[in-house]
């Protein structure tokens, strides 16, 4: 085999040579901005201030939303006051063992922001793990891995923000209790949730 014979560069040749290339860094750092702000929905993408319908035509139904309610006080404790509701949604998505579960959270059917989770299930409800593995789960999670509670009891109690002068946002902590059968017949397991995160765990007799 012959080998070719190797010229040296000169300097300035040498300079130009290692001369970084940046278009493939900045692509990288685009995609990587463009996968942080959106969530992909098969060959389409939903990013924040997408409504509601149009996050349900691109992604489907999500399996479980948790629903909650708040009060924005504009004005407050002075002649004129307004009170203006808002609602707030959260969607949980389900894609699978290999991909990360999403929570979309809408504000007035507007998309605001979208939170990662973690790894998605096969089927939903059918891998439970032992209940001390729930400390920390999202409500979404705890559904997408044990199934909907046998029962769910709230008590909200109402926490009152002043942001600046004059403006109050009234918002609901949810302080929820769930139940769910145990294996043996006789004991069932009782969830705390605040604010849409597991707690606390109690194991209970019948």
Known sequence: MTVPSVRALSPAASRRTRRPRRWPLLAVALLASTSAAAMRCGSRLVGEGDRDF????????????????????LGARTPLERQVEVHYEAWYFNFGPRDLMRRLIFRDGVLQREETLGYGVRDLGAGCPMPAAWQGLSSGELVARCGEPASRRSRPVTIVRRPGPRQEQWREQRDETWLYDGADARVVYEARLIDGRVVGIDRLLR
């Open 54 to 73: 149009q996050v349900r035509e691109r992604c489907g139904a999500p399996f479980w939303i948790d629903a909650y309610a708040g009060v924005d006080v």
